[in-house]
């Protein structure tokens, strides 16, 4: 019973390799990048027994002559070609299910991803607060962008001159008198 709940993770491990970085991506199979990568972020590669070559030339050999990427079937025999390289002394069955064990759910990792910088000049010129003339109109007292009526010069059909500050306060003064 172990043996299929550790498979449905070294699928999904798969699935999520799969889908990195493609956004039509199904996750029913797997590039070179991506099996690249898998074998990074897994620790299978250590640059020493198993290389980045290593990892390619298994690629080139598992995948159909033509082909550009390889199914769920093909990762797990891939992953078998590599495993007595990765685990040297140890029995075929034991470095396959050492092997498995690196895999199963992992994730793609995020690192080196560029960050959103606000240091600066950024931030200066990202500060609506800041905005004088023109560019302030499109822009309320929060920050938030006004869209369309910020842009443009929406007509009021009020009877009063645009940008009037008393616009509206006629018949408070009407009453008055």
């Known amino acids: 019973m172990a043996q299929s709940t550790d498979m449905s993770e070294l699928q999904e491990a798969f699935k999520k390799f799969a889908i990195h970085g493609d956004t039509k991506a199904t996750g029913k199979e797997m590039n070179g990048k991506n099996w690249a990568k898998l074998c990074k972020d897994c620790k299978i590669t250590d640059g020493k027994s198993v290389t980045s070559t290593d990892v390619d030339i298994v690629f080139s050999k598992v995948k159909a002559k033509t082909a550009r990427v390889i199914t769920y079937a093909e990762f797990q025999k891939a992953l078998e070609e590599l495993a007595p390289k990765r685990f040297k002394g140890k029995s075929n069955e034991e470095a396959i299910q050492d092997i498995y064990k690196l895999v199963e759910g992992k994730e793609p990792a995020n690192v080196g991803v560029t960050k959103v910088t606000k240091a600066g000049a950024v931030n200066r010129l990202t500060d609506t607060s800041k905005y004088t003339g023109s560019h302030k109109e ?31 306060t006629y018949d408070e003064k009407a009453k008055e008198k």
């Open 138 to 168: 499109r822009f309320d007292e929060s920050g938030k962008g006004k869209g369309k009526g910020g842009r443009e010069d929406l007509v009021e059909n009020t009877g009063y001159v645009a940008a009037y500050k008393n616009a509206g």
